[in-house]
Nanobody, 117 residues
């Protein structure tokens, strides 16, 4: 089992930046693949970015060049640096973890990000 707690959400103007954090507890964090998802009102949850245990990253096309996912295994934390934010980035952002599975098994409670125009 792994428990995930997100933080760092809030209200920001378009063009601004936020950094989300996801603190993990439980089993060895470093061996998990981690991801960030988001869910906007009336829309399905969508993948934003992933990072493997080895540090390989992937991004949704909509955030490439603006968002950066990273991890600090010593702190059991994964980050999502979000720059050049747009109103369409407004959503609840969720941290997720998986170990050897195709889908993410563990989820945080989410943190709200609101970008005003």
């Amino acid at each position: 089992q792994v428990q995930l707690v997100e933080s760092g959400g809030g209200l920001v103007q378009a063009g601004g930046s936020l950094r989300l954090s996801c603190a993990a507890s439980g089993r060895a964090f470093s061996i998990f693949a981690m991801g960030w998802y988001r869910q906007a009102p009336g829309k399905q949850r969508a993948l934003v970015a992933t990072i493997t245990s080895g540090g390989t990253t992937t991004y949704a096309d909509s955030v490439k060049g603006r968002f950066t996912i990273s991890r600090d295994n010593a702190k059991n934390t994964v980050y999502l640096q979000m720059n050049s934010l747009k109103p369409e980035d407004t959503a609840v952002y969720y941290c997720a973890a998986k170990l050897g599975t195709l889908v993410f098994d563990y989820w945080g409670q989410g943190t709200q990000v609101t970008v005003s125009s």
